[in-house]
């Protein structure tokens, strides 16, 4: 499954995340020119301008939780904190242009920051819309186990079975008794107390 996998997908996506925004850097200070031709000729302060706002990015998405997994948040959530990625990205690399006054236009670090997210982004869009038909369909699944069998047990029943893209399926609710306090509860996922060790030993769970 490939949450037996998630630390070296997480390497390859922050990977990616550098590769990605170095050719968008590389790309856009070639393409576009100035005075003195494109910015990155013979430019050493603009190669360290750009080393820059490729460290800062993963740096960045690593600060707002983004390599960690997404299952259970929504698409507008995700969306919030690239753009908040993107914005702090483009204020850092206005910051080192005036700083070592490089000869760029003030647009151009939100022009390459805007670039560089859209490039991010919609890597995590291709993915996020990925993972998520694959979880409908069955795949990268987590098993989970509820104590309890009253009121909020059922509502979680309720708000995993009305999500099957975040790939959640509940094992067992456990309680005193084999009988659910809430009768939104399955009485055939009903395990009692006693049994919770057995079924630790005996099945994969990944949330409690």
């Not at 009768?183 to 996922?189: C, I, K, N, Q």
């Amino acid at each position: 499954m490939l949450r037996d996998h998630a630390t070296g997908f997480r390497s390859m996506l922050l990977t990616v995340d550098v590769v990605l925004a170095a050719v968008i850097y590389l790309g856009l200070g070639s393409a576009l020119e100035g005075p003195d031709g494109p910015y990155l000729s013979g430019e050493q302060g603009m190669l360290a301008l750009g080393l820059a706002s490729c460290l800062a990015w993963p740096l960045t998405l690593q600060a707002l939780n983004l390599y960690t997994s997404l299952r259970r948040r929504s698409l507008v959530r995700v969306a919030a904190r690239l753009l908040a990625a993107g914005a702090l990205i483009a204020a850092l690399m206005g910051f080192l242009a005036f700083s070592f006054s490089l000869a760029v236009p003030a647009s151009f670090p939100v022009l390459c920051a805007s670039a560089q997210l859209a490039g991010l982004a919609g890597i995590r869009l291709v993915l996020f819309a990925a993972l998520r038909w694959f979880r409908r369909s069955g795949g990268n699944f987590r098993n989970l186990i509820v104590i309890g069998s009253g009121h909020q047990a059922r509502d979680l029943h309720e708000i995993v079975a009305a999500h099957p893209e975040w790939g959640q399926r509940i094992l067992a609710f456990f309680d005193d008794s084999d009988i659910p306090e809430d009768e939104g509860v399955p009485a055939e996922l009903m395990r009692k107390l006693i049994d919770f060790p057995a079924v630790l030993r005996n099945e994969v769970v990944d949330e409690v």
